[in-house]
């Protein structure tokens, strides 16, 4: 079954805009160092399923704790990893910013907070082959690399406001 693991989509309206707290990995990590990622990890045994370990780790890496989280949306389509045999399950989340964010700073460079605006602009988006035939997304920010898995759930969160219009 190999390794499982459920990352928190958090979403917060600010100025009139939607925007999605994400996180760079610091550079000295064994994992993909540098990478923009959701926060999120390996599903523990205490946890009681995907939902609790997004709401843990969210915590743990950034302070986004459940007094921030007003309402589980739902989850997005696990995803699987080829690198290592990994399913992880994001867990969309209306959240609350809080004042400041408390970045853990094993795991966590920098917090990211972009717009969902900016990713539905297609043009910032490309795409590369990766393996025999395995198209991958990337998104470049300043500060890093969106890719892989993280950039698999962005583009399938983003096909729900491409079809309502917004």
């Given at each position: 079954?190999?390794?499982?693991?459920?990352?928190?989509?958090?979403?917060?309206?600010?100025?009139g805009?939607?925007?999605?707290?994400?996180?760079?990995r610091?550079?000295?990590?064994?994992?993909?160092?540098?990478?923009?990622?959701?926060?999120?990890?390996?599903?523990e045994t205490?946890?009681?399923?995907?939902?609790?370990?997004?709401?843990?780790?969210?915590?743990?890496?950034?302070?986004?704790?459940?007094?921030?989280?007003?309402?589980v949306?739902?989850?997005?389509?696990?995803?699987?990893?080829?690198?290592?045999?990994?399913?992880?399950?994001?867990?969309?989340?209306?959240?609350?910013?809080?004042?400041r964010?408390?970045?853990?700073?094993?795991?966590?460079?920098?917090?990211?907070?972009?717009?969902?605006?900016?990713?539905?602009?297609?043009?910032?988006?490309?795409?590369?082959?990766?393996?025999?035939?395995?198209?991958?997304?990337?998104?470049?920010?300043?500060?890093g690399?969106?890719?892989?898995?993280?950039?698999?759930?962005?583009?399938?969160?983003?096909?729900?406001?491409?079809?309502?219009?917004?």
């Amino acid at each position: 079954m190999g390794m499982r693991a459920a990352v928190l989509v958090p979403i917060y309206e600010a100025d009139g805009a939607l925007r999605l707290i994400m996180t760079r990995r610091p550079d000295d990590m064994r994992s993909h160092p540098g990478d923009v990622v959701f926060p999120g990890g390996m599903i523990e045994t205490g946890d009681s399923g995907p939902e609790a370990t997004a709401r843990r780790e969210a915590a743990e890496e950034v302070g986004l704790g459940d007094e921030h989280v007003l309402e589980v949306l739902g989850g997005l389509d696990p995803v699987h990893t080829r690198s290592v045999t990994m399913r992880i399950v994001p867990v969309v989340a209306r959240v609350r910013r809080p004042e400041r964010f408390v970045p853990q700073p094993d795991e966590v460079a920098a917090v990211l907070e972009p717009t969902i605006d900016e990713l539905l602009d297609d043009d910032r988006w490309q795409t590369r082959f990766w393996g025999p035939g395995r198209k991958m997304w990337f998104y470049e920010f300043p500060e890093g690399v969106l890719w892989g898995a993280t950039a698999h759930m962005v583009r399938d969160l983003l096909g729900y406001f491409r079809r309502d219009g917004s």
